[in-house]
């Protein structure tokens, strides 16, 4: 069972920035965020593969959001910059073995406990 802990969500006003990290107890092939807001579905955000250069974003933060994964490969983070009233959910870090072109679609079998962003307007 691989454990991921979350950390670096808050309050923040429109327009700014944030950053949320994620240390899980062992490495895995890949390495993502979702979210939830109040009343929806949750949604996948980004995500990352082995290699740093395989990843994959939600159109609706394609350009302000930047996925990275640590050397050690069981840390992952997710810089969010230009965040929006919208931005505002539970965002989980999620790990396993799926491929993260597909993590979308099928999300991985490990969660986080959810880290709070609210971003005020």
């Known amino acids: 069972q691989v454990q991921l802990v979350e950390s670096g969500g808050g309050l923040v006003q429109a327009g700014g920035s944030l950053r949320l990290s994620c240390v899980a107890s062992e490495r895995t092939f890949s390495m993502g965020w979702f979210r939830q807001a109040p009343g929806k579905e949750r949604e996948f955000v980004a995500a990352?593969?082995?290699?740093?250069?395989?990843?994959y974003y939600a159109d609706s933060v394609k350009g302000r959001f930047t996925i990275s994964r640590g050397n050690a490969k069981n840390t992952v983070d997710l810089q969010m910059n230009s965040l929006k009233a919208e931005d505002t959910a539970i965002y989980y870090c999620v790990a396993g073995y799926t491929a993260a072109q597909n993590m979308e679609k099928s999300p991985p079998i490990y969660w986080g406990q959810g880290t709070q962003v609210t971003v005020s307007s």
């Open positions: 990352i593969g082995w290699s740093a250069g395989s990843t």
